[in-house]
T-cell receptor, first 114, second 110 residues
Framework: DTGVSQDPRHKITKRGQNVTFRCDPISEHNRLYWYRQTLGQGPEFLTY????????KSRLLSDRFSAERPKGSFSTLEIQRTEQGDSAMYLC????????????FGEGSRLTVL | RKEVEQDPGPFNVPEGATVAFNCTYS??????FFWYRQDCRKEPKLLMS???SGNEDGRFTAQLNRASQYISLLIRDSKLSDSATYLC???????????FGRGTSLIVHP
């Protein structure tokens, strides 16, 4: 399967714990995005990478959130000291520069903070 | 004002009906426009890109009105399998960040 994969698919954690999500994009895609989606809302932009460089980060993103894409391939999104308001679906998507800009999404990582 | 606005619906229509969704965007410099489909508890998937001249793919027609800053999606002869959330996506205008609307829910009933 050469699509976007995310891990874990589901994570239940207690408030105050740290969690990390991983995304493996389509191999030749140079842009990688993280979005967050809650019920009844569209995906909300968090951050994006072009190759290994993090080019933009949403100003809504608190400093408890950090993302990396160390070698321009897979990416991780870490949330420190989780809060109940962090409960959401975290979606990763990738795209290829020079194309129409279509985003290819992974199946998402669903986070529940108790 | 949100960057991309959609009526959340739900639009509840019988099979065979024609239904249309609109989406407005605030950044006049936006360059790329898309409709994505999202099934319940699944990831969004591209339905179609929206071109300036309008485009059609089977029962689906998408149009762009730059002057009024809106895009539309028309679904003809609705099927039960069309039931989903339709997300409007706008890109460009000095950014490579695709911005999503909140989605419009469509329910097609027998």
């Amino acid at each position: 399967d050469t699509g976007v994969s995310q891990d874990p698919r589901h994570k239940i954690t207690k408030r105050g714990q740290n969690v990390t999500f991983r995304c493996d994009p389509i191999s030749e895609h140079n842009r990688l995005y993280w979005y967050r989606q809650t019920l009844g809302q569209g995906p909300e932009f968090l951050t994006y990478f072009q190759n290994e460089a993090q080019l933009e980060k949403s100003r809504l993103l608190s400093d408890r959130f950090s993302a990396e894409r160390p070698k321009g391939s897979f990416s991780t999104l870490e949330i420190q000291r989780t809060e109940q308001g962090d409960s959401a679906m975290y979606l990763c998507a990738s795209s290829l520069i020079g194309t129409t800009g279509e985003l290819f999404f992974g199946e998402g990582s669903r986070l529940t903070v108790l | 004002r949100k960057e991309v606005e959609q009526d959340p619906g739900p639009f509840n229509v019988p099979e065979g009906a024609t239904v249309a969704f609109n989406c407005t965007y605030s950044n006049s410099a936006s360059q790329s426009f898309f409709w994505y489909r999202q099934d319940c508890r699944k990831e969004p998937k591209l339905l179609m890109s929206v071109y300036s001249s309008g485009n059609e793919d089977g029962r689906f027609t998408a149009q762009l009105n730059r002057a009024s800053q809106y895009i539309s999606l028309l679904i003809r002869d609705s099927k039960l399998s069309d039931s989903a959330t339709y997300l409007c996506v706008v890109n460009g205008g000095g950014s490579y960040i695709p911005t999503f609307g909140r989605g419009t829910s469509l329910i097609v009933h027998p």
